[in-house]
């Protein structure tokens, strides 16, 4: 089973609330992601810190749980002000 993009999207977003989550397949087999993730909320955070926070709303949909996302490679940043 696989997730498709606007699911992962609202899955991120709704995680973080009021973020903002572009998704890309980046393998054409909608399991390897790139995510791109705007959100307030990674401020004062390390960029470790802030992946652990994008994975911990992921997890359960990985490879340690429903196995429908094998892979991420994730690029935050903070809203523009």
């Known amino acids: 089973m696989v997730m498709q993009k606007e699911q992962i999207e609202i899955l991120?977003?709704?995680g973080l609330g009021g973020a903002v989550?572009?998704?890309r397949d980046l393998t054409g087999t909608e399991?390897?992601?790139?995510l791109e993730i705007t959100w307030a909320g990674?401020?004062?955070?390390?960029?470790l810190e802030a992946h652990k926070a994008v994975l911990?709303?992921?997890r359960p949909h990985m490879d340690e749980g429903s196995g429908e996302i094998h892979a991420v490679q994730i690029s935050t940043r903070l809203?523009?002000?």
Do not use: N
């Not at 990674?42 to 960029?47: H, N, T, V």
């Open 12 to 14: 991120v977003e709704d």
């Open 21 to 23: 989550c572009k998704a």
């Open 31 to 34: 399991d390897h992601w790139g």
């Open 42 to 47: 990674f401020e004062g955070l390390s960029r």
């Open 56 to 58: 911990q709303v992921l």
């Open 79 to 81: 809203p523009e002000a």
